[in-house]
């Protein structure tokens, strides 16, 4: 009898094309038809996990205006089958150190869980991710994380300094808040709590306290619900805040590196030398929770020093490289070359053709959202009449997904069909602000829209680090650190030593 085989809509070499060449978020549907992991449902992986104890942060679920750091968390470890009993409300069941929260104030997450050592004693498992789909061959769950969590579970809205993002939603459901890069301004980063590779919002972005960020009413969020089966692409340095919105989720993802993460990594190489100098610092305002809970500890000064050079190293050992392909007449990337799962540069297989990308039933950009704050515009989440997206009587951002081109009659049932409604943002991109440190200003917005002068308030150490380690002031401090690397090569450069080589690695995420 014959079988029947799903065709995919696209091959791995034409997936790779269409990565290379998307600007902007986008949905994959159809391609992981086959992919033995869409069979890891909550209780499937309670029975493979065993006694295994897995870390999950808890936050209340509660109507705030501020993010929810994972500072601000709290933690336990319980067994995956524990937190099945607690997230289903069995009665007299095995919850372990869940029994001291109440599901119905506490949301769960396990994130950011290495499937490498998951399933340390099943390699095997690393097989059922299929990432050579999308044309990355030897590439599986090794190179992936996991992420389970009950309805509210929540990520902060942050940036990823390195690589670009590949996220298979499994089961549940899980709704993406994204903003372009050059809505950094209008987002209010800043490093504290600091985690290498993440650059946080100060700004929640579901409630935004439109007093205290008012650039934020020019983000240009773009929005779309991920249903099992479906693939998101999040571009590099695309801001991302990401929530559960079924009573169970769980999702599978992987950075994909690329060749710009080398200067990447002497940014982040100075943020961390320049946060740790000063928040060890004895100081009376360095009391607070600043190291993210998933970094391993606080290196000494020395050691980040080295992290520096290392990095500095290696992206000039780069550029060397690349000036030796163009002496040698070598072809020149003219985009971020991605890289293999051994982390060696990927070679172009012809010559560069122009390359459209298929928008279409099976693949579906993310479009920007239209919110109007005329109606908020000076409330805050305090204010009786402030309309928040949390709040269900309220109508939910719509989720503009889809390209009006786009034959919606032929989208594959399989993938369950993207939940959207179709809205193309018309307005020009916001204006970058001046410098904006922490928007801890001396002057507020009075009730009445008037202007109050507050006078001089003290300055904090978190306040001067939000202006020394903004994105802005790191970026054009790499550039002179680099100038000065490559001596006379740019106007303005002082040559501080000669290059040391050697097959060094470049610090990686944590």
């Given at each position: 009898?014959?079988?029947?085989?799903?065709?995919?809509?696209?091959?791995?070499?034409?997936?790779?094309?269409?990565?290379?060449?998307?600007?902007?978020?986008?949905?994959?549907?159809?391609?992981?038809?086959?992919?033995?992991?869409?069979?890891?449902?909550?209780?499937?992986?309670?029975?493979?996990?065993?006694?295994?104890?897995?870390?999950?942060?808890?936050?209340?679920?509660?109507?705030?205006?501020?993010?929810?750091?994972?500072?601000?968390?709290?933690?336990?470890?319980?067994?995956?089958?524990?937190?099945?009993?607690?997230?289903?409300?069995?009665?007299?069941?095995?919850?372990?150190?869940?029994?001291?929260?109440?599901?119905?104030?506490?949301?769960?997450?396990?994130?950011?869980?290495?499937?490498?050592?998951?399933?340390?004693?099943?390699?095997?498992?690393?097989?059922?991710?299929?990432?050579?789909?999308?044309?990355?061959?030897?590439?599986?769950?090794?190179?992936?994380?996991?992420?389970?969590?009950?309805?509210?579970?929540?990520?902060?809205?942050?940036?990823?300094?390195?690589?670009?993002?590949?996220?298979?939603q499994v089961q549940g459901r899980k709704r993406w808040h994204l903003f372009p890069p050059e809505d950094t301004a209008n987002l209010y980063p800043t490093r504290?709590?600091?985690?290498?590779?993440?650059?946080?919002?100060?700004?929640?972005?579901?409630?935004?306290?439109?007093?205290?960020?008012?650039?934020?009413?020019?983000?240009?969020?773009?929005?779309?619900?991920?249903?099992?089966?479906?693939?998101?692409?999040?571009?590099?340095?695309?801001?991302?805040?990401?929530?559960?919105?079924?009573?169970?989720?769980?999702?599978?993802?992987?950075?994909?590196?690329?060749?710009?993460?080398?200067?990447?990594?002497?940014?982040?190489?100075?943020?961390?030398?320049?946060?740790?100098?000063?928040?060890?610092?004895?100081?009376?305002?360095?009391?607070?929770?600043?190291?993210?809970?998933?970094?391993?500890?606080?290196?000494?000064?020395?050691?980040?020093?080295?992290?520096?050079?290392?990095?500095?190293?290696t992206c000039m050992e780069r550029e060397r490289g690349q000036h030796h392909c163009k002496?040698?007449?070598?072809?020149?990337?003219?985009?971020?070359?991605?890289?293999?799962?051994?982390?060696?540069?990927?070679?172009?297989?012809?010559?560069?053709?122009?390359?459209?990308?298929?928008?279409?039933?099976?693949?579906?950009?993310?479009?920007?959202?239209?919110?109007?704050?005329?109606?908020?515009?000076?409330?805050?989440?305090?204010?009786?009449?402030?309309?928040?997206?949390?709040?269900?009587?309220?109508?939910?951002?719509?989720?503009?997904?889809?390209?009006?081109?786009?034959?919606?009659?032929?989208?594959?049932?399989?993938?369950?069909?993207?939940?959207?409604?179709?809205?193309?943002?018309?307005?020009?991109?916001?204006?970058?602000?001046?410098?904006?440190?922490?928007?801890?200003?001396?002057?507020?917005?009075?009730?009445?829209?008037?202007?109050?002068?507050?006078?001089?308030?003290?300055?904090?150490?978190?306040?001067?680090?939000?202006?020394?380690?903004?994105?802005?002031?790191?970026?054009?401090?790499?550039?002179?650190?680099?100038?000065?690397?490559?001596?006379?090569?740019?106007?303005?450069?002082?040559?501080?030593?000669?290059?040391?080589?050697?097959?060094?690695?470049?610090?990686?995420?944590?």
């Amino acid at each position: 009898m014959a079988t029947h085989t799903t065709i995919k809509p696209f091959g791995p070499e034409e997936a790779q094309m269409i990565l290379d060449s998307l600007k902007q978020p986008a949905v994959f549907l159809n391609m992981t038809c086959d992919w033995p992991v869409l069979h890891w449902t909550l209780d499937r992986l309670s029975v493979l996990l065993g006694d295994k104890a897995i870390r999950f942060r808890l936050g209340r679920i509660d109507e705030t205006n501020t993010p929810l750091f994972e500072t601000q968390c709290s933690y336990l470890e319980a067994k995956l089958a524990q937190f099945v009993s607690w997230a289903s409300g069995e009665s007299g069941a095995d919850v372990g150190p869940f029994s001291d929260y109440l599901y119905s104030e506490y949301w769960a997450y396990a994130d950011y869980k290495y499937i490498a050592m998951l399933f340390q004693d099943q390699p095997s498992m690393f097989e059922d991710v299929m990432w050579s789909g999308f044309g990355f061959k030897g590439r599986d769950g090794k190179q992936s994380t996991l992420w389970i969590g009950t309805e509210g579970a929540n990520t902060p809205c942050h940036l990823d300094s390195y690589g670009y993002n590949l996220v298979l939603q499994v089961q549940g459901r899980k709704r993406w808040h994204l903003f372009p890069p050059e809505d950094t301004a209008n987002l209010y980063p800043t490093r504290i709590p600091y985690e290498e590779s993440s650059i946080f919002s100060q700004v929640d972005v579901l409630q935004p306290d439109l007093r205290r960020f008012p650039a934020f009413r020019r983000a240009r969020a773009h929005t779309v619900t991920l249903l099992p089966g479906q693939v998101l692409y999040v571009p590099r340095h695309w801001w991302h805040y990401v929530e559960s919105v079924d009573p169970v989720t769980v999702s599978v993802n992987s950075w994909v590196e690329l060749e710009v993460d080398d200067e990447a990594r002497v940014s982040e190489a100075l943020t961390k030398a320049v946060v740790c100098a000063l928040k060890t610092t004895p100081s009376n305002d360095n009391a607070d929770a600043w190291l993210n809970p998933t970094e391993e500890g606080v290196a000494c000064h020395d050691e980040n020093m080295q992290y520096v050079n290392l990095a500095v190293r290696t992206c000039m050992e780069r550029e060397r490289g690349q000036h030796h392909c163009k002496q040698t007449h070598e072809p020149r990337r003219t985009h971020p070359v991605k890289r293999d799962s051994s982390g060696q540069a990927k070679e172009s297989t012809g010559e560069s053709t122009s390359f459209t990308v298929p928008f279409g039933p099976y693949l579906i950009p993310v479009h920007c959202e239209q919110k109007d704050w005329q109606e908020i515009g000076e409330m805050t989440p305090k204010d009786p009449d402030f309309k928040s997206s949390r709040n269900p009587l309220v109508q939910h951002p719509i989720d503009c997904t889809v390209n009006p081109d786009a034959p919606q009659s032929s989208r594959p049932m399989s993938d369950g069909g993207l939940q959207h409604v179709t809205h193309e943002c018309s307005s020009a991109p916001g204006q970058c602000t001046s410098y904006t440190c922490g928007n801890r200003i001396s002057q507020r917005t009075a009730e009445d829209g008037e202007t109050e002068d507050l006078g001089h308030t003290p300055i904090t150490t978190n306040d001067l680090l939000d202006c020394l380690v903004h994105p802005d002031v790191i970026d054009r401090v790499t550039e002179l650190l680099l100038e000065r690397q490559r001596g006379g090569h740019r106007s303005g450069g002082h040559r501080t030593g000669g290059h040391r080589t050697g097959g060094h690695r470049t610090p990686t995420a944590s």
